[in-house]
């Protein structure tokens, strides 16, 4: 490496940050390394683009396979397409070498697509089904979500993991495995390895809590009510949920899919609290580091505030539905079809977090995920054992039957 001969000025052809790194005395070739020809732009921008889009639709495709791993022995299904999406993009990147031309396309979807699709994410929420949980429900639901990130914050601390790691983990844990994981990332600007960190280790755990919790629950013999809520509490992905629930019976699905959905009912306090608790904390280090006035807001993601809009919509049950009818024809006849806003937006939001994921699985190498070690693993896996005994503990002691 050898360090620009001709100095360069504010007024040259090179701009400012290189300007400043010539002056600091930086080698020119990492100063160029993450800029983009502007040339193809638009050709990679494409091509990217069609890529994530391409593993994604496989990703769905896959999720509607009729055979285990993808569909259970009762018919409900217990992998997400976002966690396919992420492992098949990370086969592709590790396995062959991905083009330059593609990565612009390919951070597009992440950097673009995310946002929206946490947006759109907010029109699965509806306070109300807290409140038709009942004071008990929202207690012990309440209590979970605090335990789980009162426990990540603990061990995260006693095992030297990242707190921005802990923190994921926590989240995924509390509420719902990778969608929750995936919401709080651009919120505290986790690295992208991070989030297939993440949404790895509570898939797996959520797998492991799916074949153990069942047997637990027949050695104990406990109710179909008290196994519901144990498992809309214990388990963290809601499709995970759904299908360990049905399994055991038909009252146990129904009452751990209210739990489950009162739990993803406070992923948006919960992401709003955690992302002013983040934007409080970096304004702190920029005022100490020498900046006069700090605009909180400006450092707040704006896309929250549409995510809880539009869950306030939906708890108000402002998002209409249609009805649209067709023009009478000579061989159809009239037609009328239904269209659901609140439909199109959670399958507008699941879209665009699982093309958003393969993106993160297509820029993720194995290398980077090593880093991180065995440690977030355990604690984890820690905190979900905590949890799973606590409830149970709680279940017995309020004798829910």
Not at 45 to 74: D, H, I, Y
Not at 222 to 241: E, K
Not at 347 to 367: D, K, Q
Request: hydrophobic share 55%.
């Amino acid at each position: 490496m050898e360090l620009r001969e001709t100095p360069v000025t504010p007024s040259s052809p090179y701009s400012w940050a290189e300007y400043l790194a010539y002056m600091e005395g930086v080698p020119e070739d990492i100063v160029s390394a993450g800029k983009q020809p502007s040339s193809t732009s638009a050709a990679s921008m494409s091509w990217g683009l069609l890529s994530c889009l391409g593993l994604t639709l496989v990703a769905m495709w896959m999720n509607e396979l009729p055979f285990w791993p993808f569909v259970q022995s009762n018919g409900h299904r217990a992998l997400e397409p976002v966690m396919l999406a992420i492992i098949m993009g990370m086969i592709i990147s590790n396995v062959w070498t991905i083009p330059k031309s593609l990565y612009p396309g390919i951070k597009a979807s992440v950097k673009k697509l995310l946002p929206l699709g946490i947006i759109l994410l907010g029109a699965r929420l509806n306070f109300l089904d807290i409140m038709r949980l009942g004071s008990v429900g929202v207690l012990m639901s309440c209590l979970e979500v605090c335990l789980a990130l009162a426990l990540m914050w603990f061990f995260t601390r006693q095992f030297g993991v990242s707190t921005k790691l802990g923190t994921l983990l926590g989240v995924g844990t509390a509420i719902c495995g990778g969608t929750a994981i995936v919401a709080t990332a651009p919120v505290i600007e986790a690295e992208e390895s991070d989030v297939v960190f993440g949404v790895a280790t509570v898939t797996l755990l959520g797998l492991l809590g799916m074949f153990l919790l069942p047997i637990i629950a027949h050695a104990m013999d406990l109710t179909s009510q008290a196994f519901g809520v144990w498992a809309g509490l214990a388990i963290h992905q809601t499709p995970q949920v759904i299908a360990t629930s049905f399994a055991y019976s038909q009252q146990a699905g129904e009452t751990a899919t209210i739990v489950k959905m009162a739990r993803v009912c406070l992923l948006a306090p919960v992401v709003f609290v955690i992302g002013f608790v983040y934007a409080r904390s970096k304004a702190q280090k920029e005022q100490s580091a020498g900046r006069k006035q700090i605009n909180y807001l400006s450092l707040f993601p704006k896309f929250v505030f549409g995510f809880l809009a539009l869950a306030l919509l939906r708890t108000l049950g402002w998002l209409p539905n249609f009805t649209m009818h067709l023009p009478q024809a000579a061989v159809v006849g009239r037609v009328e079809r239904e269209f659901s806003m609140t439909a199109a937006m959670q399958w507008g939001a699941n879209f665009c977090i699982v093309m958003s994921m393969a993106g993160v699985g297509l820029e993720t190498r194995f290398t980077a995920m090593k880093k991180s070690g065995v440690k977030p693993f355990v604690v984890a896996a820690l905190s979900a054992i905590v949890i799973t005994l606590a409830v149970l503990g709680l279940i017995r002691l309020l004798k829910i039957s």
